[in-house]
């Protein structure tokens, strides 16, 4: 089975010059979904993993550059997730490689990402919408004392079953770190949610216990996705994490109830 400490994460590894989709590292899902008890299958949220890649080029037949800005999802439902660091240099790996046409590239991407994930892929060109303002009710400003920076603490979390509210609160405030280098992820997170109203400072504080937590992008939303349906029982929720570009990627793992339609339109905040 793969794990993080397999893959060129944490090692110096030279930039590929040629087309080399074995580079692509698969980490499977399952083992840190049992560890917050999830089933497989029976997942509680659909989702998906919602890659942005702005440094993406080929040669076209003629041996001329091309560039685009590429949209990449992941099933939530696949066996595996991509490892980032082995995504970055698979792109590169394209940057030398002739394609007869732009989607003949993209299929491509498509065909080697799939086999990666274990599961159909999507790759769309094409900027992402940039958005300005935080969405929803932002936390960031409440006033409180905050002294917990991890593990994650789901005891912070509460919600009011007197009131009964749909809304949006979001912060900009999480921050993660990558369980094998240890270097530090920055995110924007969104919830929107409907059911007993969620106590505010108990969110802000919940969020910022993962201050010092080591766990990769993906499954720390789930984790916040499971943790807040346990503890506040909302009758919906949807999670997102808009995490800051690193090697020209960002990630925004989206998770929500079943039901939900997935967001009408591919964004990118200031921060991306």
């Avoid at 992008?217 to 807040?228: L, T």
Wanted: net charge negative; proline share 7%.
């Amino acid at each position: 089975m793969n794990t993080p400490q397999d893959s060129s994460l944490g090692r110096e590894v030279a930039y590929p010059s040629q087309y080399d989709p074995a580079l692509l590292f698969p980490i499977p899902r399952r083992g840190a979904r049992e560890e917050i008890g999830l089933d497989e299958a029976a997942l509680p949220f659909v989702g998906h993993d919602r890659w942005q890649a702005y440094e993406l080029s080929w040669l076209d037949r003629r041996g001329k550059p091309r560039v685009a800005v590429a949209t990449i999802s992941v099933p939530c439902t696949s066996p595996n997730l991509i490892e980032s660091k082995s995504f970055k240099l698979y792109l590169n790996s394209l940057n030398s490689t002739r394609f007869d046409d732009d989607e003949a590239a993209r299929l491509r991407m498509v065909t080697d990402l799939s086999t990666c994930a274990g599961a159909v892929v999507t790759v769309r060109f094409g900027v992402p919408v940039l958005v300005e303002d935080a969405e929803g009710k932002s936390l960031d400003d409440l006033d409180v004392a905050i002294e917990c920076y991890g593990p994650p603490a789901p005891g912070f979390l509460s919600a009011d079953a007197s009131q009964i509210v749909t809304e949006t609160l979001s912060s900009a405030l999480l921050k993660s770190n990558c369980p094998v280098t240890g270097q530090p992820d920055w995110a924007s997170v969104s919830l929107r949610y409907h059911g007993p109203q969620i106590d505010r400072e108990g969110l802000l504080k919940y969020l910022v216990s993962y201050r010092e937590h080591a766990e990769f992008h993906e499954q720390c939303v789930e984790r916040i996705f499971s943790e807040v349906t346990q503890r506040c029982a909302p009758a919906w929720l949807e999670v997102e994490a808009r995490y800051t570009r690193r090697g020209g990627l960002d990630i925004n793992p989206w998770r929500a109830s079943p039901g939900i339609d997935l967001p009408a339109r591919t964004v990118r905040d200031l921060r991306q």
